[in-house]
Each structure stands twice: as structure tokens, then as C-alpha cells.
């Protein structure tokens, strides 16, 4: 190899920007050539069919080193020289100039002195390296020839010496981005190999520019970008094909291999015509996770510009937002037909093929050709026969004219091997018919749509998923609670995932009472779910015991701090017992709830003590005691209502308040006119979750209670009380079983308690509600007797016949308590 000295003038640089002649080499793992472009043929003179796998040595064979003192032998290089590049042992890119013996040349014949860059490559493919070469002397004389105007500049300013020393000039890397239109020399690269799929060419050129741009160095800091030559020639070269024709046919000679570039390059523009297509059509789709609107756009993208009708059929798998599709479609399968876009007058083919349809398709058919192999199919023109049979597929209704004669590529929708859908391109009688190269785009076009789709049936199932995870974490409250009601809203997030930690309950206690319950766990997505799923199950376990609202949060907290020290959350938690009328509550470093007073419509935030939030530890829990009225309305949410980023949390507070005192019809309307009033500011984008209850309370004239002794003989004189006030509520129709289960739990205290005494109470509201309630915490459990016990039966008897029964224990005790539905009226 020879090498020489950097150093050049301005009038080079300029003619060196323009478009440099380059040869493409492409040699595999085994350093056979795997890619020999057109470029190469000119410059080393072996056609592709001779170059393509044979050993990249035997082509490009380096001739001697040149002596240190020519000019070009002072360069010192990049690298390791072309042979060590050529043999894989090097790992990294090099470049330097080379004499290499013409194909078949003798020794002391004339070599190519040529300029070369050399990229290693890494990836998928078998491709593992890339030589890019150019024609030193005739880069010189190219440029000199193209540029007279300059070369006047340059006569005139005395630089010649730049061409008369060529040698100077040194290949070398650059980052493109050095150079100004750098988004138009990495746009120009894929051109330089023009016969690999889009997918290789733009594997190799993504290395390229990471490795370093192909440039021509005049000095240290003086280098110009090597823009590679493809497609159009120059007009001198066409000059020259022609007058070379004109003397092959003067001699009788074949003229068809003299005009063979310029196939060639009529071939690369309808390439580089099509890769454009391909890169808008990229730009138009995937601009959306929404998988209806990703549909239109796959469709849109092609008509009119490549077909004339675009049909996309999907999947039921995909449509219904399930998990990715298994095993290959079959005729059984049903494809929904999901977008039909056409350049016809509007409505042809609506009642024809009207979106939303499904069907199958017959094995026979073309589309399950594509469908099962995942390749395109291409129908150049739909004959008669063909139409008749794709016709019977549509029941009434007659497909031929819209199909026959047409031209139809048939392109499978994939991802990750597997056929999502496929979609039906017909072009009119008018226009060429579909060929390879639509075959080819066709099939890329629709690798990427497969991707774009994917990504949006993935997004969809995911939502779908978080939906459902968040629909089963939070709970199904009923309406109605004793001396009450109930309404509540759940909405997901909007910026920060579907899945949040916001959450609500109720918890039916003993006495009547019911707790209520707003959390908040602090984050979004998985954890922050799960965290919600176990600080819900431990309030509602804490709750079953009980406990006073401010010992239930101490315990919460002391659960959260063993859980991990990333258990952090808010919660307020009241108890509502509607025959004293009174709230009890105790918060956690949530935000306030807001009572509305039915005597006058009054709205206020209720002023709580606010506590730390659940797992911070160390910090004392208060529980304040508020006197409510028949009619009042407690209001408890999350922050994600109230808060907007950029706002005050005053602000959403005062209009959570103002909403909340408007008159509603139901608490259900009561409920929607707060969301309206809040998620109307924009900028929301946590979770939320809201709970209304209103305190209808429960009247004394509801309720009768009686303390009875541990006495055998008070199990009839509670029989007796409980028929009695049954009669004064009008509800005889209960008597004889509530008569039979109040025995029952009366004579299980009697019997198995140690208290002395014991209380039995009815309440009457949606449901009548008995409870015995005694001193002894040892709770009955549910027993399996045999046919000669004793005992065991009480509890079965009670749980068959009741609404619903339970168990609790009490500061004092325990309480055993049913419920019986009301007889309709």
C-alpha cells in the first residue's frame, strides 16, 4: 500500500462536496462477498454475478507497497492497511489508499490506485464487513472536468497544485452531524444498497454512522463528506453510452449491454422512489397507542399513492384486546374486517364490504395463502374465474365489479412471527399492475404497520389488563348501609398509567355502625396496586375486630413500616352509627372530608387533626367525634380530584366544597356533578376515587333493645319480645323464624358464654337487624354435627335462614348478629 501527505486547497474541498462514485463491497462471516454493487463492477471490472460469493481476497488483490518517497508514501494512515481489514483481523473501522492489480492483469500492468474505508459490522445478518471504495485518479479527473468555472477560480488564485498532487488527499471518519445537512448525507446512505432488504441496508448504515462517516482529509482539521454517487448519471456519462450504442449497432453489434447502466440506474430511482414511500408512510402511522386509530392510519397511508383500495382485516384475538394470538390462523379462524379506504365515489363499497364484518376464509382462497405462509401474494390481474370464487365468499351480494380485472397484492400484518391480519391492495385497470418491487414494498410496508399494530394491540391488552386488576382490587359496595346510602366513582389515571393506588370501602361493624374508608397509596403502576390490595385487606380485618379509628390507623402504620420501607399512604377512616348520629374519624394525612348539612345546604371541610401519612411511624393518631343530622351528606376523596399540577390544592378544595352543596336527585348525580365540577380544569392525571354517603340515621321508634340474664328460662322471654315488637313494626310475617334464630343465639350464650348478662336488640330499616351481644370475647364458630350429637346445629340453622349473619368482638365482648330481608309491600 501506498500512503502520502494531507494538505489540499479550497476550490478541492468544494469540488469534493459534490457526489463521489463510490464502490460498495459487502463480504460475510466466511469472507466470501456477499453484496457487489454496481459501483464496484465499474471500479474492480468483475460483473456481480462473477463477484458474489467468492473470496473477497481473490477480487481485490493489494499490489506491493509504494516507495516512502512519493508523495502519497508519507501519509501515515488510519489503521492497518486494506489486506488485514479484508481478513478480519481487526475489529474496528480503518482507512487508507491501496494499489490493487486490475482482474487478470499482468504483475507489471497498471494498478488501480483506489481510496478505501473499511467497516466492521455486527448484528443478525451474515454481513460482517463493509468496503467502500473509490477511484483516486478519476475522482481527480472527474472533479476536474465538472468544475471549469472553479478551476478558473483556482488558476487565477494559483491553487492547481490540488489536482497535479491527489496524492495528498487522505480518506478518513468523521461524525456525520460535523457537517452541515447532515440529515440529508445519512438519508442518502441506504442508496448505496439499493438491492438488500430495508431492514439490512438500514442495519449496516445505523453502524456506519455510529462508527464514524466516510470523509476525504486535506489536513488535520480540513475534510469534506464523501456523498455517495447513486442513481441518476451525470450527463457525460450518459454522452458516452450513447455514442458507444450508436457505434455497437454502426458495427451490427448488440447495443443492450451498452445501455445497461442506464437500466441500472432507472433501477436504483424507482428504489430510492420506493424507499421514500416506505419512510412516509413510517411518518404517517404510529403516531397513536390507540389501536382503532392506528387502524385508519395503516390504511390512509397507502391510497392513493401505491394502491387504489386498502382493506385491513385483523385477528378476533387482536380486536377483542386479548392476549397475542396462538398457533397459525386456519379456516376456522374469523378476521374482522376493520378498515376499508378506496379512491371510488363514496358508499361503493360500504354496502359491499362494510366495516365490522367478520368471516373466514376457504383454504382455496389467496387470502389464506397469505394468511398461513406470511409471505405476499400477488394476483397481477383477478380474472373472471378468481372473482367468481372470491365472490362466493359474500353472501347477496355480488364483489365482482369491484374486483375483476383489478390488480391485487395481498400483504400479511406480522409481529414476532405470528399473522395478526393481512390486508387486500387492489389497484384499477387503469394503472400498472402490481409487481416484484410492489411485492417487495408491499411486504416491508407491512412489517412495519405489523409492528405499529402490535404495539397497539400490546397497549390495549395492557389497558385492558390494568382495567381489570384495578376493577378486582377495588370493592363492589352495595347502596344501601343501615341508616344510609352510599355512591361512589373510581377514574383511572391519565398520564401516569391506569393503575393506581386510590381506593375506597365500607365495613359493616356491630351496633348498626358502618366504617368508611378513602386511601391513597403514594406512586402509580404494579407496586403501588399491591400495596393498595394489602393496606385494604388489613383495614377491613381491623375493622371486623372493631377497633377505635385511631387505634385501627396506629396499627395500620405499624403493618406498613413491617411491610417495607417504601410503604407509604394516606387514609381517612370514619364510623357511622346512625341510631347516635354520630361520626367518628381519624386521618392519616389525607386531605379533609366535607360534610354537607341538610338543615340549610351548608358545605364545610370538617377541621381533623391531620396525622403523618401510613408508614412514616412514630406519629400519634387522633379520632374526633361530629354530631350528624337525618339528611347530612359525608364527602371523603382522594387528592387526585382536587390537585392540579400548577394550582393551589386550595383552589380544588373550595370547589370540591362548593360542588359538593349542590342539591342533586341522587347521590349517583351528586356524585357526577363533583366530577364535572373537578375533572373539567384539565391537567389532572392521578387517579381518583370518591365516596358519598348520606346519613339518613336511624329513629329510636326503629329500635328496641333488652338486657337479659344467663338464665335458661330467658331464652322464652326473648322469644316472646322479639314476636311482640315484630307485631307493633307490622312485620308478623318475620315472627316465627326471627323467633327461631333469637332462640338459637340466646341459648348459645346461655349455654357456652361465661357473662351474666347479655343484651338483645332489633333494628328496623332496609333490612331487620338482630343482635345479641354479651361480655365473653370467645366467638361461636360454625360446627359440623353428626346425626347423634347434641349440639352443633344452632349456627347452621342460623346461617340457613338468615339474609346474612356474623360475628364480631367488641371492646366489652363479642356480638352475634342477622339480618332477615323486609317482606315486600
Known amino acids: 500500500m501506498e500512503q502520502g501527505t494531507p494538505g489540499s486547497g479550497p476550490v478541492a474541498r468544494r469540488a469534493l462536496a459534490g457526489r463521489i462514485p463510490l464502490a460498495v463491497v459487502v463480504v460475510d462471516g466466511s469472507g466470501l462477498v456477499s453484496h ?32 516512502d518517497d512519493t508523495a502519497f508514501g508519507a501519509y501515515d494512515g488510519l489503521g492497518p492497511d486494506l489486506e488485514s481489514s479484508l481478513d478480519g483481523r481487526i475489529s474496528y473501522p480503518a482507512a487508507g489508499r491501496a494499489r490493487l492489480s486490475e482482474p487478470g492483469g499482468d504483475p507489471g500492468d497498471h494498478r488501480l490506485d483506489v481510496l478505501w474505508w473499511a467497516y466492521p459490522l455486527v448484528g443478525p445478518g451474515p454481513e460482517r464487513l463493509l468496503v467502500l471504495a473509490a477511484d483516486a485518479a ?16 483556482e488558476a487565477q488564485e494559483g491553487a492547481a497544485a490540488p489536482f497535479r498532487h491527489w496524492g495528498s488527499i487522505a ?10 445537512g447532515a440529515d440529508q448525507l445519512a438519508d442518502r446512505l441506504p442508496e448505496i444498497l439499493p438491492s438488500m432488504s430495508v431492514g439490512e441496508s438500514s442495519r449496516i448504515v445505523a453502524q456506519v454512522l455510529e462508527l464514524g462517516y466516510p470523509v476525504l482529509e486535506f489536513s488535520q482539521h480540513d475534510r469534506v463528506p464523501v456523498t455517495p454517487d447513486w442513481g441518476v448519471a451525470r450527463r457525460a456519462e450518459r454522452k458516452e453510452r450513447r455514442e458507444r450504442a450508436e457505434r455497437a449497432a454502426a458495427h451490427g453489434l448488440p447495443v443492450a449491454d451498452v445501455l445497461d447502466d442506464e437500466g441500472e440506474d432507472l433501477e436504483y430511482a424507482a428504489v430510492r422512489e420506493h424507499l421514500e414511500f416506505l419512510n412516509e408512510v413510517s411518518g404517517r402511522i404510529g403516531s397513536s397507542l390507540d389501536l382503532s386509530r392506528t387502524i385508519v392510519e395503516v390504511s390512509k397511508a397507502v391510497v392513493p399513492r401505491f394502491t387504489d383500495v386498502a382493506g385491513t382485516y385483523l385477528r378476533e384475538q387482536v380486536i377483542a384486546g386479548e392476549g397475542f394470538p396462538e398457533g397459525p390462523p386456519d379456516e376456522t379462524t374469523m378476521w374482522h374486517r376493520v378498515a376499508v379506504e378506496h379512491t371510488d ?40 374465474e378468481m372473482g367468481n370464487a372470491i365472490a362466493s365468499q359474500f353472501e347477496k351480494r355480488d364483489i365482482r365489479p369491484l374486483i375483476n380485472h383489478r390488480s391485487m397484492l395481498l400483504v400479511p400484518l406480522k409481529a414476532r412471527n405470528v399473522v395478526l391480519g393481512f390486508m387486500i391492495l387492489l389497484r384499477h385497470r387503469e394503472r400498472p399492475v402490481f409487481n416484484d418491487m410492489d411485492r417487495v414494498t408491499g411486504a416491508e410496508l407491512a412489517a412495519r404497520a405489523g409492528l405499529v399494530l402490535d404495539n397497539a394491540r400490546m397497549y390495549t391488552y395492557q389497558e385492558s389488563v390494568a382495567d381489570t386488576l384495578q376493577d378486582s382490587m377495588l370493592p363492589h359496595i352495595q347502596p ?22 386510590d381506593w375506597f370501602d365500607s365495613v359493616k361493624l356491630p351496633g348498626s355502625r358502618t366504617a368508611l374508608v378513602v386511601g391513597d397509596v403514594m406512586g402509580h403502576g404494579l407496586n403501588s396496586a399491591a400495596m393498595m390490595g394489602q393496606l385494604r385487606t388489613a383495614v377491613q380485618t381491623m375493622a371486623a375486630l372493631d377497633l377505635p379509628p385511631e387505634q385501627l390507623l396506629r396499627n395500620l402504620d405499624d403493618l406498613a413500616q413491617r411491610l417495607g420501607e417504601h410503604y407509604l399512604a394516606t387514609c381517612l377512616y370514619a364510623v357511622y352509627d346512625p341510631i347516635a348520629g354520630e361520626l367518628s374519624l381519624a386521618n392519616a394525612g389525607h386531605i379533609p372530608p366535607v360534610l354537607v348539612r341538610a338543615e340549610d345546604g351548608r358545605s364545610e371541610l370538617l377541621d381533623l387533626p391531620t396525622g403523618a401519612p401510613i408508614g412514616v411511624g412514630g406519629v400519634p393518631f387522633e379520632s374526633v367525634r361530629v354530631r350528624v343530622a337525618p339528611g347530612d351528606r359525608l ?8 390537585e392540579v399540577r400548577g394550582e393551589d390544592i386550595g383552589v380544588g378544595l373550595a370547589t370540591l366544597t362548593e360542588s359538593a352543596a ?10 357526577d356533578t363533583i366530577i364535572r365540577a373537578l375533572n373539567t380544569r384539565g391537567g389532572r392525571k392521578d387517579d381518583v376515587a370518591l365516596l358519598m354517603a348520606r346519613l339518613n340515621g336511624i329513629a329510636a321508634q326503629d329500635v328496641a333493645h333488652w338486657r337479659l340474664t344467663a338464665d335458661p328460662a330467658e331464652v322464652g322471654r326473648a322469644r316472646a319480645l322479639v314476636r311482640a315488637q315484630l307485631r307493633d313494626w307490622s312485620l308478623d310475617a318475620l315472627a316465627d323464624t326471627a323467633e327461631l334464630l333469637v332462640s338459637e343465639l340466646v341459648s348459645n350464650v346461655v349455654r357456652h358464654s361465661r357473662s351474666e348478662r347479655l343484651t338483645l336488640r332489633l333494628v328496623r330499616s332496609a333490612v331487620l337487624m338482630c343482635e345479641v351481644e354479651d361480655d365473653d370475647h370467645t366467638l361461636p364458630t360454625l360446627l359440623s354435627a353428626g346425626g347423634a350429637d347434641e349440639f352443633g346445629r344452632g349456627l347452621r340453622v342460623v346461617s340457613a ?23 315486600r309491600r
Not at 389467496?366 to 405462509?373: D, G, K, L, V
Open 36 to 67: 457487489w454493487s454496481t459501483g464496484a463492477r465499474r471500479l474492480f471490472g468483475y460483473a456481480k454475478e462473477a463477484a458474489v460469493g467468492r473470496p473477497v481476497g481473490d477480487l481485490l488483490p493489494v499490489h506491493g507497497a509504494i516507495p
Open 171 to 180: 480518506p478518513g471518519f468523521a461524525l456525520h452531524t460535523d457537517f452541515p
Open 635 to 642: 364527602l371523603m376523596c382522594t387528592d387526585g380530584l382536587v
Open 345 to 384: 365515489e363514496p358508499g361503493r363499497w360500504d354496502d359491499v364490504v362494510p366495516v365490522g364484518e367478520s368471516m373466514p376464509f376457504p383454504a382455496h382462497t389467496p387470502f389464506f395463502q397469505c394468511m398461513t405462509s406470511g409471505d405476499p401474494v400477488l394476483v397481477p390481474r383477478i380474472t373472471e
Open 138 to 153: 478519476a475522482l481527480a479527473d472527474a472533479h476536474r472536468t465538472d468544475s471549469g468555472d472553479e478551476q478558473e477560480e
Open 801 to 823: 335462614l338468615a339474609k346474612e349473619w356474623g360475628t364480631s368482638r367488641t371492646n366489652a365482648g363479642k356480638t352475634v348478629w342477622f339480618e332477615l330481608a323486609l317482606p
Open 480 to 501: 344501601r348501609m343501615p341508616g344510609g346510602d352510599i355512591a361512589t366513582r373510581y377514574l383511572p389515571g391519565t398520564l401516569l398509567g391506569r393503575v393506581g393506588g
Open 662 to 671: 349542590h342539591p342533586a336527585a341522587s347521590m349517583d348525580d351528586a356524585c
